[in-house]
Nanobody, 123 residues
Framework: QVQLVESGGGSVQAGGSLRLSCAAS????????MGWFRQAPGKERESVAA????????YYADSVKGRFTISRDNAKNTVYLQMSSLKPEDTAVYYC????????????????WGQGTQVTVSS
């Protein structure tokens, strides 16, 4: 399994931007599809975005399309989530996850996940 550590969360006003990073340990990072999930208090975990092993295929939740961008750097064992035009409803704990494929990640099939990073968007 790959070990994942998220960073980059914080507090921002509506309309602002944040970039989340997820650093993976081990030499098998490029063999995993990667994704970002979020969970707000009292709500179910939601798939936000996913990216294939090479980065050629990406998926986004409808709620973040056009505002969030997922990317990865296999040389640095890192996956990113660039978040722009943030809204209060984006407030949640954001988790990085690894999986077999980007499509399966969007369906909730996670092989590994991190401890999460808090994102708070104020109006």
């Amino acid at each position: 399994q790959v070990q994942l550590v998220e960073s980059g969360g914080g507090s921002v006003q509506a309309g602002g931007s944040l970039r989340l990073s997820c650093a993976a340990s081990g030499r098998t990072f490029s063999s995993y599809a990667m994704g970002w999930f979020r969970q707000a208090p009292g709500k179910e975990r939601e798939s936000v975005a996913a990216i294939s092993r090479t980065g050629g295929i990406t998926y986004y939740a409808d709620s973040v399309k056009g505002r969030f961008t997922i990317s990865r750097d296999n040389a640095k064992n890192t996956v990113y989530l660039q978040m722009s035009s943030l809204k209060p409803e984006d407030t949640a704990v954001y988790y990085c996850a690894a999986g077999v494929s980007a499509a399966s990640l969007t369906g909730g099939a996670l092989s590994s996940w991190g401890q999460g990073t808090q994102v708070t968007v104020s109006s």
